[in-house]
């Protein structure tokens, strides 16, 4: 029997909207989070060390940039509240993170230098970046056949910074629009950030898929503003919660949003 795509078998859907980070590209490539952090901190150290002079602890400096960028994992949400609307879901300002450091240190310097430090510590953090080997292929199968496609991603990071390193992946040659927190100020899974991503596609909700690795921003918050969605995850990783649900669709990899009959990838 022909096998189908997984688009295929959505013939409304006109686009596609993709994470980034666990998605198109390993955000680290083969090092680990904690190692590109441990870098960026030292590197923004010497820079600061350097224009004033004053030391500064490292742990000091990592952990108050860890207490900044880690969680958006609320609680309990208030009464009423749906996650698509958790005001913990608002996006850290990196700059206002490296100006909180320089003041606990009473160092006091130009907002032009500050943003230089920002910057240095942002691109420090995203330029180990490795693109996953199909990456390419696919997104140039889905612009070959017509397809809309943007990036929604979480990020601290400028976004003048990520375009940089989409343009140089070759990303930024296949997709229309990107959409990402750190210009929004809304995290996923908060509806605004969604909704700004439907702005750009002009297309009703029910006519995107959205594709990533996590199930909370990339299925749980894209299903209830009514899209379609499908999840990245290794066979290994199945669980039975997951094998339970009946609202998304599970690839193995990017590969199978093209060429694998989506009878046996619906959950």
């Avoid at 596609?16 to 989070?33: H, M, N, Q, R, Y």
């Avoid at 900044?68 to 509240?81: D, I, M, S, V, W």
């Avoid at 379609?228 to 590969?255: G, R, W, Y």
């Amino acid at each position: 029997m022909k096998k189908q795509s997984v688009l295929g078998s959505l013939p409304g859907v006109q686009v596609v909207l993709f994470d980034l980070g666990g998605t198109l590209w390993a955000p680290f490539g083969e090092k680990s989070g904690d190692q590109v952090l441990d870098f960026s901190v030292a590197q923004l150290i010497q820079e600061i060390e350097a224009v004033t002079g004053v030391r500064l602890c490292q742990d000091s400096v990592r952990e108050k940039i860890v207490i900044n960028l880690a969680g958006f994992k609320p609680t309990c949400l208030n009464h009423g509240e749906s996650i698509l609307d958790s005001d913990s879901w608002r996006e850290v300002d990196l700059y206002h993170v490296i100006s909180e450091i320089l003041h606990f240190y009473c160092i006091y310097t130009p907002n032009e230098s500050i943003v230089c430090l920002t910057d240095g510590f942002a691109d420090n953090l995203s330029k180990e970046y490795a693109l996953y080997s199909e990456t390419i292929d696919v997104l140039s199968q889905l612009k070959s056949s017509g397809y809309k496609m943007g990036i929604v991603s979480n990020t601290a990071i400028p976004p003048y910074i990520i375009d940089r390193y989409l343009a140089e992946s070759g990303i930024l040659d296949y997709i229309d629009f990107r959409v990402l927190s750190s210009e929004v100020g809304w995290r996923k899974p908060h509806r605004n950030i969604y909704k700004e991503a439907l702005n750009r596609a002009k297309v009703k909700p029910e006519n995107v898929i959205f594709v990533g690795d996590r199930l909370l921003e990339d299925v749980c918050g894209p299903s209830l503003m009514g899209m379609h969605s499908a999840l990245i995850v290794k066979e290994s990783q199945l669980t039975e919660d997951l094998e339970s649900k009946q609202c998304f669709i599970v690839l193995n990899s990017l590969n199978d949003l093209v060429c694998v009959d989506p009878t046996t990838l619906f959950h």
